[in-house]
């Protein structure tokens, strides 16, 4: 029999201990040894079986869908040459980002650095847009419906990794990223340019489809912005509550 204090010393450790002692890690996550041999091949393979929850999302730990995923503003980054590019775009939904392929993994465990190459085929997006800008001399005004596809996207992705310690258990986090952002070819059609004007608005979409390296370099810090964000957002969410002795065991 439990004396009444060793009871309740039970009792505090099984209450304090729901979390730190019984992490269960869920069962999408596929965990990986801490090995350098073997940990780049398994946390590519973690990441593929990953795909379908990325996909439909993770509602309990507040991972949104990845496709379609919806992007609720996407303004010029602060501090940058915003008078020159007047543009937002609002509840633009993308489709596709499912259809990635892992094309470099590269996990290294004793700098802790995160490196991934990123190939989506083809990027799919339909919202709305706000522009007043100046595109090659050519003013570009109006607002409307947007739809454009990106096609052959790489995300060249770099992160930093610290491990925490929270309440003596060891957690990783990821601490910056870079992102690096290809997009081999488009496709763009605005709607409701220059108040319906329609000549304008055709001459102005030949000359966004026409002059690509022009446009791409232009938008490549937005996107760069924009996708380091998700990523490194969505990568914290889903790590943050596995110890790292779970997530990456000692071999
Ligand atoms: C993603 O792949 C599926 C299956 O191959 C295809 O039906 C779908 O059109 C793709 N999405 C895009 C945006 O290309
Ligand atoms: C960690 O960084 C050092 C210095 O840059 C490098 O020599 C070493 O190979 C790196 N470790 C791994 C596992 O790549």
């Given at each position: 029999m439990l004396s009444r204090n060793k009871f309740i010393v039970f009792l505090f450790v099984m209450l304090t201990c729901?979390?730190?002692?019984?992490?269960k890690i869920p069962e999408y996550i596929q965990v990986c040894k801490r090995d350098q041999d073997t940990v780049n091949e398994c946390v590519r393979d973690s990441i593929e079986k990953l795909r379908p929850k990325l996909v439909e999302g993770i509602p309990e730990l507040n991972v949104p869908s990845l496709d379609p995923f919806y992007i609720h503003e996407i303004a010029?980054?602060?501090?940058?040459?915003s008078r020159a590019f007047q543009a937002v775009g609002k509840d633009i939904k993308v489709s596709g980002a499912g259809n990635f392929s892992l094309k470099h993994v590269e996990v290294d465990?004793?700098?802790l650095t995160f490196r991934a190459r990123v190939r989506f085929p083809r990027l799919h997006f339909e919202g709305k847009y706000k522009v007043d800008i100046q595109f090659l001399l050519l003013p570009i005004r109006g607002e409307g419906t947007l739809v454009a596809d990106a096609i052959k996207c790489n995300v060249d992705a770099f992160m930093k990794i610290k491990i925490v310690e929270r309440d003596g258990v060891e957690y990783i986090e990821f601490t910056s990223i870079d992102t690096d952002i290809t997009i081999r070819d488009y496709k763009i059609k605005l709607q409701g340019l220059f108040n319906g004007d329609k000549a304008l608005e055709d001459a102005t979409n030949m000359a966004l489809n026409e002059n690509k390296a022009e446009l791409l370099k232009a938008a490549k810090p937005f996107a760069e912005k924009g996708v380091s964000t998700i990523i490194l957002d969505a990568a914290n969410k889903v790590?943050?509550?596995?110890p790292y002795d779970e997530l990456f065991p000692k071999p």
């Open positions: 729901h979390e730190q002692c019984y992490s010029p980054p602060v501090g940058s040459n465990l004793e700098n790590t943050k509550d596995i």
